[in-house]
């Protein structure tokens, strides 16, 4: 153990004295990471037979449902992570769940 090292045991190292580590200096970068890519399934919008209720949208935990001037659009598959919660909330059948394609 270094001199320095063994001093500042025998001083009682304080939390001001500890170098800064891991600093998070802005919230959620989630926008930056494609989160998508870790889908093992894929829900496949079937417009046909949407009928714009917006049910889905707050249950998706990864607000990967575009909602744009009151009507929703196809996933946003950079970040849908394929939970299947969509698939299952949705009244009409307009969203079913296939297998992911790599
Ligand atoms: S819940 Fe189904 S019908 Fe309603 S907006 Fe979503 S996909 Fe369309
Ligand atoms: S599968 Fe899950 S993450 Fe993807 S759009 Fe549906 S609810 Fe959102």
Do not use: Y
């Amino acid at each position: 153990m270094s001199r320095i090292r063994t001093e500042m045991i025998d001083e009682k190292i304080t939390w001001q004295d500890i170098t800064t580590g891991a600093e998070i200096d802005e919230p959620a970068t989630s926008l930056l990471i494609n989160t998508g890519e870790w889908r093992v399934m894929r829900p496949r919008f079937l417009e046909d037979k949407c009928k714009q209720c917006l049910l889905c949208v707050p249950f998706c935990p990864d607000s990967s449902i575009p909602v744009k001037e009151g009507r929703r659009s196809d996933f946003d598959f950079d970040h849908c992570k394929g939970c299947g919660i969509c698939v299952k909330v949705c009244p009409f059948d307009a969203i079913d769940f296939v297998k992911e394609e790599k």
